[in-house]
């Protein structure tokens, strides 16, 4: 998840978060896929609304929203908007 973020989008800080312990038995867990959140700051997000700033994320993650993520938290931010 970091390599492809990293890749796609050059963020200036990215942290990462596994929460799936905090969904165990829930439909997700049962077939591996996990509970994420991503806290994204990257000057690729200036002039973009928050949903399209989501976009770029997903886009980022492809498949692996199909194969290993259940649910993603996404805070994305740019880097004046974290200063």
Known sequence: MRELLE??????SLTITDDS???AGHAGSRHGQGHFGVDIVSAAFAGKFPAARHRLVYAALGEMLQ???HAL???ARTPAEAA
Do not use: G, M, Y
Request: glycine residues 0%.
């Open 7 to 12: 890749a796609a989008l050059s963020p200036q």
């Open 21 to 23: 312990h905090k969904h």
């Open 73 to 75: 938290s996404i805070r």
């Open 67 to 69: 194969t290993d993520i």
